[in-house]
Every structure is written in C-alpha cells, then in structure tokens.
C-alpha cells in the first residue's frame, strides 16, 4: 500500500518545480501523517522546501497536546519546519463548515506568507464518496456534487483515488502511529452518518464498490462543472454591466449557463454564499417574469427586473 500512495504523491509533484516550496496540512490523523511521509520521501527527489501546518482548532480539552505529539512524529519523519497554528472557530454555519473555514484561512494565510507553491491535504477516496452523498442530501448543484478536486487552486488532493482501508494499511507497513479523532465518530454530524451508517447499508443492500462509482461520478461532475464555468466565465466577460444585465442576453441562455452568469454577478456585489433556492428566485425574474417584486439576497443584495435589466444592487 505505501508504494501506491507514494505513486501518487510522486504524481502529483509534476508541475511543481525543485526548489518550491510547499505546505501540507497534518491533522494527526492516518491521511495527512501518511501524505507527510510520503512527501518528505519523494520530495527529497524534487528539492523541496516543506512546511507541515497542524491547525489546532481548540475544540477539544487536549488539542494542544495532540498538535504537539503531531509536530514530533512529523520532525522524526525529517520534517524540520512544523508550524502549529491554533485557531478560534467562530460559530457560523455549524460546527463542521465553521472549523473547514477557520483551517482554510489558517492554511491560505500561511502560504501567503511563505510563498507556498501548493498546500497537500490528505483526503481520501472514502471522503470524496461521502462529499457526494452529503451534497445529494442538501440539494446542491453540480459543483458540491463535485466534492473535491485533485487541483484546486493552490490546492492538491494527492490520495482522492486511495481508499480510507488503503491508507490505515500503508500506516501499518511502515509503522506510522496515528490518533483518530472522536468527531469522526460522533454521529451527531450528517457526513459521520452517512460514512458509519449510509454507505455501510448501500454496500449490503446494492453490493460492493459504491464508494468507487461515487467517486467516479465526483470525477465527472466536476468535469462537466468546469466546462460549464468555462464557458459562464467566457459570457460574463462580454457583459458592459454586471449590475445591469440585458434580459434578452439571459433568457436565451441554458438554464445551467444563465444561473452561473447570475450567481457570478451576484458574488461581485458581496453576496457569496446563495441558497440554490435564492437563485431560482433570481432566475424567476428572467425565466417566469410576471411583475414580482424584488429579491433580498444576503449581504444587503437586491435583484429586481428593471427597464429590460437585471438589476442588482447592494445597500
């Protein structure tokens, strides 16, 4: 197993040039300690300057004490530079997305100020599986559907293609001791649900491999969600005016096409994060026009029908 998760941290290191720098995100746990070794051996080949960033989200009594005994196993493995960043997770949208954007800003904000090439995380197939099922069960588009990409920015997923089993065994062969963390056990959370009871019961009822055609069909949503982007962001560019809109451009685009050009206007204005029920709202002053009013949308942005426009403005 471990010649197969170097394999693919090996791949995932083309593009990246000798010399770089780069950071890898280590909770303590089996995927990110496994990623760190891994990358401490084959970044060896590549001349790298590597970073492990454990986030200490303070959550538990002794988070602190976890992120140090983790900041050991990482120095023993040859990873000299080891910073231990303890965050405040600010209560939001739920404990799992408030402490996923605490990490993330800890994560950018320290690649800003090392000048960091690529930050690796350790998710895993098992994760990508239940990225997709999580965004069946919320209603999102093809871009939550798409759960995780391999590159995403600065960020690479080397292990999407390894299994959760693959990656303990490969711990076991080369003796990386690693702590599992209770909130992967504590089925309070709807993503814990659906890896200890969910996709459990499909495996019995359907038969094996669900995990896989889950991910393979992540793979392809987010093909197509790229394409469509692609293309939305090609639109966008030819528009004078994102706070004013020509319905007839809108009307006469695909459904799929017209929502993103709208939602990528939406967002100029501050408006980041709109339900999928908001946007058909906003799409219904295009697509079922009828004299409705304006819409509120978060952030203090209104959408409105106006003169032959989609107006959006901010308070």
Known sequence: MITKARLAV?????????????????????????????????????ALRITAVIVDHQLQVNSSNIANATKNKLLAMGISNVDVVSVQVMKKDGLEADARSARYAALNSCAQT????????????????????????????????AGMATHSGLYIRPFLAITREEVVNACVEVGIEYWSDPHNEDERFTRVKIRTQILPLMESLIGPGIKEALARSARIFRED???????????????????????????????????????????????????????????????DWHGQGAVALPAGVTARRESGRLALSRE
């Open 225 to 287: 969600s790229d394409a469509l982007d692609l293309l939305s962001e090609e639109i966008f560019t030819t528009i004078p005016d994102p706070t004013k809109i020509e319905v007839v451009l809108l009307e006469k685009l695909p459904v799929a096409l017209r929502k993103r050009v709208i939602r990528r206007a939406i967002s100029r204005l501050g408006a980041n994060r709109i339900s999928a029920e908001q946007l058909d709202w906003v799409d219904a002053l295009i697509s």
């Open 114 to 145: 090392l000048d960091a090439r690529a930050i690796f995380l350790g998710h895993n197939q098992d994760d990508l599986a239940e990225s997709v099922l999580l965004g069946l069960t919320q209603g999102s588009g093809t871009k939550s559907l």
């Open 10 to 46: 090996r791949q995932a290191l083309h593009g990246i040039t000798p010399g770089d720098h780069v950071i890898v995100a280590v909770s303590g746990g089996a995927d990110s300690l496994l990623l760190a070794h891994c990358l401490a051996l084959e970044g060896k080949q590549h």
